[in-house]
């Protein structure tokens, strides 16, 4: 129902823009998020936009680099990421909120219960 692209291999300081597409009935009304895991490190939640799109939540970590969007015709999520550090690399998964119109904020694993298959990125130094 997910289905996370994009990934690939790019030098620090380079961009990525991440795709997820999903079916319309994990997405409309849903908050979408994007997390990531390194290797050996638990999966973090890096960003957040709200079913209507105009509310964004981002980590610490990648505030003022990445920008979450989502285009609600073609029922889509997208990461752009700037400013890549090698620190990033990870695989990143896209996730759908559990709930409808959630009008708090959701930035643990427990609140999606949608996920993507995810997508390697990789930054060299």
């Known amino acids: 129902q997910l289905q996370a692209s994009g990934g690939g291999l790019v030098q620090a300081g380079g961009s990525l823009r991440l795709s997820c597409a999903a079916s319309v009935s994990t997405f409309t009304n849903r908050r979408m998020a994007w997390f990531r895991q390194a290797p050996g490190k638990e999966r973090e939640v890096v960003a957040v936009?709200?079913?209507?799109?105009?509310?964004?939540y981002y980590a610490d970590s990648v505030k003022g680099r990445f920008t979450i969007s989502r285009d609600n015709a073609k029922n889509t999520v997208y990461l752009q990421m700037n400013s890549l550090k090698p620190e990033d690399t990870a695989v990143y998964y896209c996730?759908?909120?559990?709930?409808?119109?959630?009008?708090?904020?959701?930035?643990?694993?427990?609140?999606?219960?949608?996920w993507g298959q995810g997508t390697l990125v990789t930054v060299s130094s």
């Open positions: 996730a759908a909120d559990s709930v409808w119109r959630r009008t708090t904020v959701a930035v643990t694993e427990a609140s999606y219960a949608y």
């Open positions: 936009v709200r079913w209507s799109g105009g509310s964004t």
